[in-house]
């Protein structure tokens, strides 16, 4: 693990609106643990280093942690880790769970459920086990898609699952991702897609039609989270891709690397926030008519009835995991707020990538405050300067809060993950 003092970081700040205020992003004197930097008085130790390119990462009360793969390891899709002597790293590292691979993983009611892109299944502990022993149950079978394909869970205090059935399109054309074509209106999409589902969290052999749409018009949220305080779920939105590419009359590449927002949503029942229709676009503060419906970056026409969001971030940073913090660990600020883990775009070429961080939302009630802290930053590398995911070192891609109030933080590129701790 690399662990040095370095100069403070000096940020570049901007404002970023929200449907109810200003939001600032703020940052605060950091120092490097394991190649990222944290604000003062937080630690972090590398718990895991290259298991395999990880996604979604769940902590069980027992401290143990799970992590979904990829890219299959020695045939397997799950790694389970475990720290028996308290240090910070785990020292017992076990794969298992067959060789589909998938992003989701949540722990349920004694229970390990793991998604593919396709299907839900769940796996039962027997008391303090590692590795769940249970014989594998299947949940849920969807059908395949093309694109935004990744199934991530929530799971409420009902014993619900929710999960999010990404629309396999980036604006609803046919053909997909062509200049100048308009979307398909009504979009068909939206029968099947473009949402978040809800089923049952204990039956066997679901299919799409045991479930019900719980809210539309979301392109797709790989991050979604159930809010135990405010009995909600919460998601954050990807926002579409290629102003420029397909409408250049509209949309200069400048403004198609920073547009549209990425969408940080409270989802109740029943919502629409307006895909493929309409788009945020957080420096304006407003839901606007996407280009293939008519839109030109300033009209509004239909998207005035659709749900605003919280607050929007600069576009294309990616939001691939977002939980609450209702740990004891932490400073109190950090009571009830959320954490995001932004995991960087390739859309925002040919300008320099943005995001690569887990920030930090505080909230009053179920509603942000004031803007967002940098939390977690120089995953990709202390350059910062390039146009590539793949250049990126490290991609945040998955959280997780253990028993003792730690913060877990899972990488994409190689699956190192850290632990977080405040030592004040």
Partial sequence: ????????LLLLAFTACSSKQGQKETTENSNTFGSITLPEGFTATVFADAPGPGRHVAVRQ????????????????????????QDGV????????????????????????FSTNSKVFRK????????????AELILTLPEQNQHAAKPLAFDQAGNMYVTIGAPSNSCQQPDRQQGVPGQDPCPLLETSGGIWQFSGSALSQTFEDGQRYATGIRHAVGITWNSQANALYAM?????QLHDHWPEHFTAKQSAEL??????????????GWPYCYYDWQKNRKLLNPEYGGDGDSIGR??????????????????????YHGDQFPVRYKGGAFIAFHGSWNRAPFPQQGYKVVFVPF???????????????????????????????????LAVGPDGSLYISDSVEGRIWKVSYQG
């Avoid at 785990?90 to 459920?113: H, M």
């Avoid at 009835?305 to 940073?317: D, E």
Wanted: with cysteine.
């Fill in 124 to 135: 039962k502990f027997k008391g303090n086990e590692l590795v769940p022993s249970g014989d």
């Fill in 303 to 324: 998207c005035a009835r659709v749900k605003r969001p919280l607050m929007g971030f600069p576009g294309h940073w990616a939001p691939n995991a977002v939980t609450f």
């Fill in 1 to 8: 693990m690399r662990s040095h003092w370095i100069p403070l």
């Fill in 260 to 273: 549209p927002a990425e969408e940080f949503f409270k989802v109740e029942e029943g919502d629409d926030f």
């Fill in 62 to 85: 027992n401290g143990d942690v799970y992590l979904r793969l990829s890219k299959a390891q020695n045939g397997q899709s799950l790694v389970a880790l475990r720290d028996t002597n």
């Fill in 90 to 113: 785990a020292d017992v590292q076990e794969y298992f769970g067959g060789s589909e691979t998938g992003t989701g993983v949540q722990i349920q009611a004694g229970y390990l459920y």
């Fill in 364 to 398: 009053s009630g179920n509603e942000p405050m004031t803007g967002f802290d940098n939390f977690a930053d120089q995953f990709a590398g202390e350059g910062g300067d390039f146009v590539s995911p793949s250049d990126a070192e490290y991609r945040p891609c998955g």
């Fill in 237 to 241: 939105q990807h926002g579409r891709d």
